[in-house]
């Protein structure tokens, strides 16, 4: 059974950091290329980052120069390090992942190209 679990989440200030992780399980982790979505509230899901198998990133414009998407093999783990966090960022923030031969580059922000997601995260940042 796959689970990928979210933890991290919580209230900050404007310009304050967090640091979310999604645990997987039932996954070869190795091989899936791993995905940090949010949805704001009446607002559909958005794409944040990817990082493929091979540890290549891409980021949405927003949240470059901010935010860090890392994995770690070892641990099953994916990691987003927020920084800079701005009142526009809250959201719940959920992982998603993919077997990675069947991870698309121009799709990588389409809901529909990931197999398994977590429950998600909720991060406030207010003012």
């Known amino acids: 059974q796959v689970q990928l679990v979210e933890s991290g989440g919580g209230s900050v200030q404007a310009g304050g950091s967090l640091r979310l992780s999604c645990a997987a399980s039932?996954?070869?982790?190795?091989?899936?290329?791993m995905a940090w979505f949010r949805q704001a509230p009446g607002n559909e899901r958005e794409a944040v980052a990817i990082?493929?198998?091979?540890?290549?990133?891409t980021k949405i414009d927003s949240v470059k120069g901010r935010f860090t998407i890392s994995r770690d093999n070892t641990k099953n783990t994916l990691y987003l390090q927020m920084d800079s966090l701005k009142p526009e960022d809250t959201a719940m923030y959920s992982c998603?992942?993919?077997?990675?031969?069947?991870?698309?580059?121009?799709?990588?922000?389409?809901?529909?190209?990931?197999?398994?997601w977590g429950q998600g995260t909720q991060v406030t940042v207010s003012s």
């Open positions: 998603a992942a993919q077997v990675g031969w069947a991870c698309q580059s121009p799709s990588w922000t389409k809901t529909e190209m990931y197999a398994y």
């Open positions: 039932g996954i070869t982790f190795r091989l899936y290329c």
């Open positions: 990082i493929n198998v091979g540890g290549t990133t």
